[in-house]
């Protein structure tokens, strides 16, 4: 029986010992809050999730590129894509995540219509984001693009800005910020949310919920076809993590399994 025992704590032992241990990077804030059910999620699954957060865009795929992560869940594909097309790293989208229609905010203002002649724009800086908060307007009517689908739309293709508006670009993070100081400001809806801003309700115009910015999981191109990619994936797209979007953000983050 002793003998038995041995066995079975041997087995036990190795089993825990199999467990996969990856460390996945996030922006601080919603994208934080989900992987920790994930995190729970996948535990249960075997997968040791280590959850790594940032405070900013760019470091989170520079980390994954130089293997200081094995995944990362912050960002949108044309943002991937366009940092890709600039460094070269060989990194890919292995599944979708959540989808959040961006909105435009003001402390001046209930509507964009009401916006004046010259009035102030804070853009995200970063070419895929920046090009998002100007196809909000377009899609608005407050300005017209070149190609009002174009997700790499800069200030460049405006062909029509009837009210002069004037555009203010800044890093993602300190666009919050910069509500006191402009008239409208298009936000990322993680620092939305930890602005304490809802985009649900608190924004004065939104994108389309099926447009190109499907949050999404990423690792290193050679991983893309290890187990545990298949095990992360599985972790997010299940019905716990589901279940916390639906209480905890009540529609401002939208599954998309």
Not at 197 to 217: F, K, M, Q, S
Request: glycine letters at 6%; aromatic letters at 6%.
């Amino acid at each position: 029986m002793r003998f038995l025992a041995t066995l079975a704590a041997a087995a036990l032992l190795a089993t825990t010992a199999q467990a996969e241990t990856i460390r996945v990077g996030v922006t601080a804030g919603p994208h934080a809050e989900i992987l920790d059910v994930v995190k729970k999620v996948g535990a249960e699954r075997g997968l040791d999730i280590k959850v790594v957060e940032f405070t900013d865009y760019v470091i989170p795929n520079q980390a994954l590129a130089l293997k200081d992560l094995e995944a990362n869940s912050f960002q949108h594909e044309p943002y991937l894509k366009n940092q890709i097309s600039k460094t070269g790293w060989k990194i890919v989208k292995v599944a979708t995540t959540i989808g959040s229609p961006q909105g435009v905010y003001s402390q001046k203002y209930k509507k964009l219509a009401d916006l004046p002649e010259g009035a102030r724009v804070a853009i995200a800086n970063d070419p895929s984001n920046g090009a998002r908060g100007l196809m909000i307007l377009a899609l608005h009517g407050v300005i017209k693009l070149k190609d009002n689908n174009n997700v790499a739309s800069t200030i460049a293709d405006i062909t029509e800005n009837p009210k002069k508006l004037r555009f203010v670009e800044l890093d993602a993070a300190q666009l919050p910020r910069a509500l006191q100081d402009v008239d409208v400001v298009s936000i990322n809806n993680n620092y939305a949310v930890q602005a304490g801003l809802n985009p649900a309700t608190d924004a004065i115009a939104r994108e389309n919920p099926d447009g190109p910015w499907v949050n999404i999981l990423a690792v290193r191109e050679e991983d893309k076809d290890k187990p545990w990619v298949k095990q992360l994936i599985e972790a997010y797209h299940s019905e716990p993590v589901k279940a916390f979007l639906e209480t905890r953000f009540k529609g401002t983050y939208l599954p998309t399994w």
